[in-house]
Nanobody
Framework: QVQLVDSGGGLVQAGGSLRLSCAAS?????MGWFRQAPGKEREFVAA?????TYSDSVKGRFIISRDNAKNTVYLQMNSLKPEDTAVYYCAAARALDVTTLNGVDYWGQGTQVTVSS
């Protein structure tokens, strides 16, 4: 029922910045971002509901925000590292928890982020 369209990925040099966007067709209580590198499991990156939450690996570098009028969530990624290279997936939940795979109800199609050294 709820559809998420994520975009904004691309190729950037290490130390650069990129902003991802996720447009939702319906309102959800919590939204966030996960990422998955080739051969690795999908991992939590950031979430926003009544507060913001970040994984330790991106804390201090990434900022998640939300524009309720546009029903869109953003992920501002700064000081990018090659280890940030992955497909980034927008995620949403009807409930409170979108920080774990078990808490996700909806997924975006994914957008590729590649950071060169």
């Amino acid at each position: 029922q709820v559809q998420l369209v994520d975009s904004g990925g691309g190729l950037v040099q290490a130390g650069g910045s990129l902003r991802l966007s996720c447009a939702a067709s319906g309102r959800t209580f919590s939204m966030g971002w996960f990422r998955q590198a080739p051969g690795k499991e999908r991992e939590f990156v950031a979430a926003i509901s009544v507060r913001t939450t970040y994984s330790d690996s991106v804390k201090g570098r990434f900022i998640i925000s939300r524009d309720n009028a546009k029903n869109t969530v953003y992920l501002q990624m700064n000081s990018l590292k090659p280890e940030d290279t992955a497909v980034y997936y927008c995620a949403a939940a009807r409930a409170l928890d979108v920080t774990t795979l078990n808490g996700v109800d909806y997924w975006g199609q994914g957008t590729q982020v590649t950071v060169s050294s």
